[in-house]
């Protein structure tokens, strides 16, 4: 049962063009979405979160879009650069639970 | 600077070995997991540990086993390895409530032929 879908699997994006990944949620008990980022040959890294009193919250060029209503969140990358290249996975933690549950991830390319 | 070591980076085993990864963490976490890594799938909880002695099956527990004899280490087991737990291992440990953050391990690139 995959509780959190993320679309796309892959993705290849322009160097200075925006890279969207989306992600959907079933459980309305969910209180916490950070996103992790992971390259190649490491674990994934905490990239940016929110909880679900806010719609939106931008941290330089990484900016996570939530609609509670639709249960569903998305990450923003604008002015993508090559360096970005990596596997986006995002999550959502239930604080009487303690854990994550992690989307599929998604391959991000940014080309030159 | 935080850190969550994992004994190995690479391992070949062959099918029926018993598996040991271990994983170690300075940060004075209570919680660890163990999630295997597949394309496509995301990342899948086996286990998880809120202490010393405890531990809580994940989603895919079926093959597997933990121990925690020690606050900073957490120990996966493949009792009777098989090809279809070839995968990426990753441990990670977290920050408690409110903070929720997750730190993870570079991984254990396990192949079980």
Known sequence: QQQVKQSPQSLIVQKGGISIINCAYENTAFDYFPWYQQFPGKGPALLIAIRPDVSEKKEGRFTISFNKSAKQFSLHIMDSQPGDSATYFCAAFKTSGSRLTFGEGTQLTVNP | ?113
């Open chain 2, 1 to 113: 600077d935080v850190k969550v070591t994992q004994s190995s980076r690479y391992l070949v085993k062959r099918t029926g070995e018993k598996v040991f990864l271990e994983c170690v963490q300075d940060m004075d976490h209570e919680n660890m997991f163990w999630y295997r890594q597949d394309p496509g799938l995301g990342l899948r909880l086996i286990y998880f540990s809120y202490d010393v002695k405890m531990k809580e099956k994940g989603d895919i527990p079926e093959g597997y086993s933990v121990s925690r004899e020690k606050k900073e280490r957490f120990s996966l087991i493949l009792e009777s390895a098989s090809t279809n737990q070839t995968s990426m291992y990753l441990c990670a440990s977290q920050k408690p409530v409110p903070v929720n953050e997750q730190f993870f391990g570079p991984g254990t690139r396990l192949t079980v032929l």
